[in-house]
């Protein structure tokens, strides 16, 4: 079956961190652009960072850059969202995201969802 | 970066009729855009790309339109089903920025 799993979102507090993680399966991982986009409680949409198929491009919206770190890891197929210094702004549910092909920056296949909690 | 704005903020349709939904950009994309529509609880589903091309399984009622700063996207006759949020999404520029929604609603 062709999904996304997310997983790791957990209540933390401010200035500390955490890892996400997307496991994906029914796909050819690799070859595929995989980002991450989240959204605050009764929001919209955020992108957040997206990390090319193929080879290692990646991209931050900016008031997560120098924060949070995109991967992947090709023989495990799941993508990492390490995200450091969080603040409140941060608290959302982090989707996981496959674009259409390797450098398609619109995405196709979602997954449900991991709730992010900053909050002391 | 890329402002996306989306209007109406929300539509009221009656079920059979038409909607016609608009995403406006702060500068020219192309036909750089996807539309997805999110339901509550759900992850959002992609519609449309490139402005107008539509994704694998998407029923032709929903169609895009436009190019350049203004786009449309429409739902020829309302299902129960589309009631929903509709998020516009540019993949022009960095970052990716999306339009704030609008919401259809039953009128």
């Known amino acids: 079956e062709v999904q996304l799993v997310e997983s790791g979102g957990r209540l933390v507090q401010p200035g500390g961190s955490l890892r996400l993680s997307c496991a994906a399966s029914?796909?050819?991982?690799?070859?595929?652009?995989m980002s991450w986009v989240r959204q605050a409680p009764g929001t919209g949409l955020e992108w957040v960072s997206v990390f090319s198929g193929g080879d290692a491009d990646t991209h931050y919206t900016d008031s997560v850059k120098g924060r949070f770190t995109i991967s992947r890891d090709n023989s495990k197929n799941t993508l990492y969202l390490q995200m450091n210094s969080l603040t409140a702004e941060d608290t959302a549910v982090y989707y996981c995201a496959k674009g259409l092909g390797a450098r398609a920056w619109y995405f196709d296949l979602w997954g449900r969802g991991t709730l992010v909690t900053v909050s002391s | 970066e890329v402002v996306m704005t989306q209007s109406p903020p929300t539509l009221s349709v009656s079920p059979g009729e038409r909607a016609t939904l608009s995403c406006r950009a702060s500068?020219?994309?192309?036909?750089?855009l996807a539309w997805y529509q999110q339901k509550p609880g759900q992850a959002p589903r992609l519609l449309i790309y490139?402005?107008?091309t539509r994704a694998t399984g998407i029923p032709a009622r929903f169609s895009g339109s436009g190019s350049g700063t203004e786009f449309t996207l429409t739902i020829s006759s309302l299902q129960s089903e589309d009631f929903a949020v509709y998020y516009c999404?540019?993949?022009?520029?960095?970052?990716?920025?999306f339009g704030g929604g609008t919401k259809v609603e039953i009128k």
């Open positions: 490139g402005a107008s």
């Open positions: 500068q020219s994309i192309a036909t750089f």
């Open positions: 029914g796909f050819t991982f690799s070859t595929y652009a």
């Open positions: 999404q540019q993949f022009n520029f960095w970052p990716l920025t």
